[in-house]
């Protein structure tokens, strides 16, 4: 069973970049699919980017596309999300999420396919 830690959330203008890190432990990241989620306020949560277990395909969605880029660490045990161009509409709580099976693209997307849950990092986008 793997614990996931996510980290690097903070307050910044809009136009900045920030880096959210996911450290793993009690097993190996490799062997997981890591998805990073997004709660904005009054919002459902909705998924943002993912990072394939096995062959290490990334899906990113559509609002974030060209802005964000997920990324994994071995070594270290960690994915991170690397969020540049950040704007408001990027306020929200993230979180990741860790998967045990290989899903396909389009199940990525699916919350309840994720079986393992960091607590969420606030990442607040303000002038």
């Known amino acids: 069973e793997v614990q996931l830690q996510a980290s690097g959330g903070g307050l910044v203008q809009p136009g900045a970049s920030l880096r959210l890190s996911c450290a793993a432990s009690g097993d190996t990241i490799n062997d997981y699919t890591i998805g990073w989620f997004r709660q904005a306020p009054g919002k459902e949560r909705e998924g943002v980017s993912f990072?394939?277990?096995?062959?290490?395909?990334?899906v990113n969605a559509d609002e974030v596309k060209g802005r964000f880029t997920i990324s994994r660490d071995s070594a270290k045990n960690s994915v991170y999300l690397q969020m540049n161009g950040l704007q408001p509409d990027d306020t929200a709580v993230y979180f990741c999420a860790a998967a045990k099976r290989r899903w396909i693209i389009s199940a990525l997307w699916v919350e309840a396919h994720y079986d393992y849950w960091g607590q969420g990092t606030l990442v607040t986008v303000s002038s």
């Open positions: 990072l394939r277990k096995g062959d290490r395909t990334t």
